[in-house]
Structure formats: structure tokens, C-alpha cells
């Protein structure tokens, strides 16, 4: 199969720091706000460069989204930044009405995403937010899988214009995609090619995905592995070409079963080729405190989780 | 237009408009929009400077949110008789595939309208957002807001009048209707505000009040006074006293009249106590 290198563990919230502050030298209408993460949100290198062009609103989400809304009334293309339970449903009803609703062409950027937030726990670990904001009609979601996808996708939904949601992490994980990959919303990637099982994997289960896939390669299983980095708009060509080839397929996601991708791809099968589908994802539970790689174990989100899953759908074939 | 006897004029029609609009569809909400007519009449008719059309950015011009977005009826009737959109379209008030929704949106493209309102306590971190654009853009016109008195009980308003004052958003007016009326009863009895002048005072606010908020001499002489203490470093609120259901002897000052459409009867008695001045639609 084809081989993927870890050219140094790095954070996905600094990929969206690194790619804010690119965004700052390259396009003076984009904006950032902080509701007291800056830290967190790796933002400080854009507020430098960019003093007046960035916004720390205090401990206040639901006025940084309003904020946010009323800045795109003048041109301007604001980012705002928390961790992702405040990004969200925290929030909801301030995004559904004064951005969603109202076609504001806000970046919702969201880090510490999912269980590996790790040792705060589950007040923190949300794992609903992509059901929440796939719902949202207009909005795009998007959850890049790494440190150099991320700044990419940072940077591309600038010049994309309407709401987006953008979903990171806080662990350092493996970085691994092409420094230099164009990130195009909407258009899944393909990791490796394969025959018996399809792994859909977003976010930081890509890599576990692609550890999967070579895990099954040596138990004589050929894996096709695809990197949804936006769950909305949904690449269904690519999910239907896919698993019209091998049969079958496994979804894989730091989320809750009900309202994450996987749902959306078994919708997409339903519609068009009904195909068995096993689900790596959390069982409708919250988190808990732990460092992120024992979360994970518990939680069965990683490699093992996915051959596990793999062997057993294609049982089903 | 600055004489005070055609503003009543255009106020009567608006009233008219108001009562017009939410008799037709049996729904909407007459008490809070009458109570504000003159208000938003004299924002729209004298002191707003506005570009003719619309452009959602609204870059050289000032700009007005609504955040008590269920007073619809008197924001169409205003904008429409500003010049917006066509006066007959008024006669689409809720009804199915109309550019004016329930609440108002900027979902169908109606001409005035730069963010849905309705869910309340939202419109002035918008207004703050808009005033940092101005700021940002090198334009030194207003951004005004209008918010209900009972909709400060959610508590976006208090981040937002926190920041406000915390970062001199010196361009911005908003102005409070302060009604003392609610949908569950008078604000009052359903959860007191406690004295909202020195609330916003003590958040650091430019703060004055319009004793009577249905008088167009007091209104015109406030919105100039407080445009006259922009810019100074510190947000402007204006505590405007009104009188739900300003203008309909019936509906004058009960809450009774928040949600509820007058029926055939009571709208002739309405309409005879506000009688035809610009041409109905």
C-alpha cells in the first residue's frame, strides 16, 4: 500500500494558527476575535502582525458570534476562535440566527475538539458538534486531519464565501499530508486504493485509518482509505465510487455515532447503493478525564478499533 | 423633511400600515411596532443618512438593527415608506412566499434588512460587529439599534453592553423602548429590571433618556442630542419611554396587545382613530 510518513507530530490548532497567519499578510479583510483562548487557539502571531484587526471579546461566546456576524456588514471576513463545546452548542442559537439564517460569511474556527482534549473531561470533550452544525442549512463543516491540512484549509475558506465551520484538535498528532496539497472544500481525497473494505475516516482518524490499512494489508485485506476532511457538502461520488468497488465500508470519527459522519455516509448509501457499514465513532456517551491515547482505547477510536471494524463488515459483504 | 406636522402624517400611516398589515394575517404583533412609529419614523425620515438603494455592506451611510425583531409590522411600514421596496408589498405580511417573514431575515432579500432578528437579545452584538466594520473601513457614519425593554433580560446584552463601553464603541446608538411591557405582563412583574439608566451608566454608557417616546419634538431633540455624543469614546443609549399601543385608544398601554391582531371591528375603530394621510396600499 501506499506509504504515508510522519514528518513530526504537530497540533491541528496550530496548522489554523499558522494558516491565520498567513491569512493576515495575504487578505486585509479578514478579521480574527478570541473569546479569552488565545493561547489555545495559537492566535497570537495574527494579533501581532494585526492588532487592529483583532477582537478579544472576554469570556463572552455568544457576543463574539454576534460580533462576528456584524463585521461581515462592512466586507470584513471574521474568524473566531474557542474550543469547539463553545464554538457550538453553547452558541447555537446565536449561529443559527445571525449567521446561519442570515447568510454571514463567518469562519467558526473550533479547537480542542472530541475526546483527545483529554484530562478536562467531558464538560469540555464535545462530541455532538458536527450533528450540530451539519444541520445548519448553509453551513459547511469541515475537519481537517492534520497539522499542514488544517492551515490549508484555514487559508481556502477565506476565499470561500459563507458560514463554515472548521473543527481541529489539541494533541500533537502525525503530520502527514502534502505541505504543499491545495485544500479544496468538498472534495475528499483519496489515500490509498483497495478492493475488499472502504475506511471514510475524518479528522485525526485519518491516520489511524491509514495504520489500519496497513494493518490489514498484512492479514492479506486490501483497504481503500479516503480522507473526508468536509462533511458538508459531502463528497458522495467519491463515497459511491468507492464502496461500489469494494462493497462495503467503515466510517471513523472523533464523534458521537448519531448526527456524525458516519450517518451522513449511510444516508449517501441508502439514497444510492444500500452497502453494509460499520461505525468507528463514540456510542452515544460523553468523554471523560484521560490522556488522549487512553481515551481513545476506551473509547475505540484508533487503529485496532478500525481493522476490528473492517474484518467484521466484510463479513457482512 | 423636517416639519413636524408631515412626520405626523407619515406616522399616521405607518400606524395605519401597522394595524393593516397584522389584521390581514390575524397574527404579528401590533403593541410594541405602534409604540415605536414615531421612533422609527424620525430615525428613517430625518436623522439616519442613508445612500438611495441598498447594498447589504452599507459602506458611507448609517445603519439600523433591529433586535426586537417582532415589531416587523412598523420596520416594514418604515422602510417600505423610506423607499425600500414597494408600499403594496406590504399586503405580503406573512403570507407564504413573502420577502416579509414573520420576524424579519435577510433570507428572501428584503431591501433594509441586514440580519434575521426575532430570537431576542441578539441585534446589538451585531450592532457592535458593524460598528467595528465602520471603524475598520475609515467611515465615520452610526450604527443605531433598537432593542425591547423586556428583551434585556437575555444575557447576550450584558457581554455585549460590557464590551461596548470596554472597547469606546463611540459610533453606535442604541436605544432601549422602554415600554414596561412584556408578553407574560408588565416587566415589572415578570422580572424587574431594576433601574436600566443607571445599569447602563454604570457599564460605562453615554446614557439619556426621551421622557415621551411617542412625541416626535422630544424624539428628534434626543437622537440628536445623543448623535451629538458620538465619537467621545463611550456608547450612546438612549432610554426611550414609550407607550405600547401608542396611537389606538384600545391597545394603549397593556401588554394584552403584544401578539394578538385586532379583528374586523376593532381594526375600523383603530383605523378611524388614525385616518388615511400618504395613501394606504
Redesign the interface.
Given at each position: 500500500m501506499k506509504k504515508y510518513t510522519d514528518t513530526g507530530k504537530n497540533d491541528t490548532r496550530s496548522g489554523f494558527g499558522a494558516g491565520l497567519t498567513e491569512l493576515g499578510r495575504t487578505n486585509p479583510n479578514v478579521?480574527a476575535l478570541c473569546a479569552d483562548l488565545v493561547g489555545s487557539l495559537k492566535m497570537q502571531d495574527f494579533i501581532d502582525e494585526n492588532p487592529?484587526?483583532f477582537?478579544q471579546?472576554?469570556i463572552?461566546e455568544?457576543?463574539?458570534?454576534?460580533?462576528?456576524?456584524?463585521?461581515?456588514?462592512?466586507?470584513?471576513i471574521?474568524f473566531t476562535g474557542t474550543f469547539a463545546n463553545f464554538s457550538t452548542g453553547r452558541v447555537y442559537?446565536?449561529i443559527?440566527?445571525?449567521i446561519a439564517?442570515?447568510?454571514?460569511n463567518v469562519k467558526i474556527c473550533a479547537s480542542h475538539a472530541g475526546l483527545t482534549l483529554g484530562e478536562d473531561g467531558a464538560t469540555h470533550q464535545i462530541l455532538e458538534d458536527i450533528g450540530l452544525m451539519k444541520m445548519l442549512p448553509g453551513m459547511t463543516v469541515i475537519n481537517p486531519c492534520d497539522y499542514n491540512q488544517t492551515k490549508a484549509a484555514t487559508i481556502a475558506i477565506a476565499e470561500y464565501d459563507g458560514p463554515v465551520y472548521l473543527r481541529f484538535g489539541r494533541p500533537k498528532v502525525a503530520n502527514f499530508t502534502p505541505a504543499d496539497q491545495k485544500f479544496e472544500i468538498g472534495k475528499a481525497i483519496l489515500l490509498n486504493e483497495g478492493k475488499d473494505v472502504t475506511i471514510i475516516a475524518t479528522g485525526h482518524l485519518v491516520w489511524e485509518a491509514l495504520q489500519a490499512a496497513e494493518q490489514l494489508e498484512e492479514k492479506g485485506i486490501s483497504a481503500e482509505v479516503i480522507n473526508i476532511h468536509t462533511i458538508k457538502p459531502l463528497d458522495e461520488a467519491a463515497i459511491l465510487a468507492s464502496v461500489g468497488k469494494t462493497g462495503c465500508v467503515v466510517t471513523a470519527e472523533e464523534h458521537n455515532i448519531l448526527g456524525g459522519l458516519g450517518e451522513s455516509v449511510a444516508r449517501t448509501l441508502t439514497h444510492n447503493h444500500p452497502a453494509p457499514q460499520e461505525f468507528v465513532a463514540t456510542m452515544d456517551t460523553f468523554g471523560e478525564s484521560g490522556t488522549p491515547e487512553q481515551l481513545m482505547e476506551k473509547y475505540g477510536l484508533n487503529a485496532a478499533a478500525i481493522v476490528k471494524a473492517s474484518e467484521k463488515v466484510i463479513k457482512r459483504k | 423633511m423636517s416639519d413636524t406636522q408631515q412626520l405626523q402624517d407619515f406616522v399616521t400611516q405607518v400606524r395605519r400600515d401597522i394595524v393593516r398589515q397584522v389584521h390581514k394575517v390575524n397574527s404579528g404583533h401590533p403593541g410594541g411596532s405602534l409604540g415605536c412609529a414615531e421612533f422609527l419614523s424620525v430615525l428613517y425620515q430625518e436623522v439616519m443618512h442613508r445612500k438611495e438603494g441598498f447594498d447589504?455592506?452599507?459602506?458611507d451611510e448609517d445603519?439600523f438593527?433591529l433586535s426586537n425583531g417582532h415589531i416587523s409590522p412598523v420596520f416594514y411600514s418604515v422602510l417600505a415608506r423610506s423607499g425600500y421596496f414597494p408600499v403594496e408589498e406590504l399586503n405580503t405580511f406573512r403570507l407564504i412566499d413573502s420577502r416579509l417573514q414573520g420576524h424579519p431575515?435577510?433570507?428572501e432579500g428584503l431591501p433594509g434588512v441586514?440580519?434575521?432578528?426575532?430570537?431576542l437579545?441578539?441585534?446589538?452584538?451585531?450592532?457592535?460587529?458593524?460598528?467595528?466594520?465602520?471603524k475598520?473601513?475609515g467611515?465615520s457614519h452610526l450604527v443605531y439599534s433598537l432593542h425591547g425593554d423586556g428583551e434585556l433580560q437575555e444575557?447576550?446584552n450584558w457581554?455585549?453592553i460590557?464590551?461596548a463601553a470596554?472597547?469606546k464603541i463611540d459610533n453606535l446608538i442604541s436605544t432601549v423602548d422602554r415600554n414596561y411591557q412584556q408578553i407574560d405582563g408588565c416587566t415589572d412583574d415578570v422580572l424587574p429590571m431594576g433601574n436600566l439608566v443607571e445599569k447602563f451608566k454604570a457599564f460605562g454608557w453615554e446614557v439619556l433618556e426621551i421622557e415621551k417616546g411617542n412625541d416626535i419634538d422630544q424624539i428628534r431633540e434626543g437622537l440628536n442630542k445623543a448623535k451629538s455624543l458620538t465619537g467621545k469614546g463611550k456608547p450612546v443609549a438612549i432610554m426611550l419611554n414609550t407607550e405600547m399601543g401608542h396611537g389606538v385608544d384600545f391597545m394603549m398601554g397593556s401588554h394584552k396587545w403584544h401578539g394578538v391582531a385586532p379583528n374586523d371591528e376593532q381594526l375600523e375603530k383603530a383605523l378611524a382613530q388614525n385616518p388615511e394621510t400618504l395613501g394606504d396600499y
Open positions: 478579521v487592529e484587526r477582537f471579546v472576554g463572552a455568544a457576543n463574539m458570534m454576534g460580533i462576528a456576524a456584524g463585521l461581515t456588514i462592512g466586507g470584513k471574521p442559537d446565536q443559527r440566527q445571525s439564517y442570515s447568510g454571514k | 447589504m455592506d452599507g459602506i445603519l438593527f431575515t435577510t433570507h441586514r440580519i434575521a432578528s426575532g430570537s437579545g441578539q441585534g446589538l452584538s451585531v450592532a457592535l460587529g458593524a460598528a467595528n466594520a465602520k475598520l473601513n467611515d444575557g447576550q457581554e455585549a460590557m464590551y470596554a472597547k
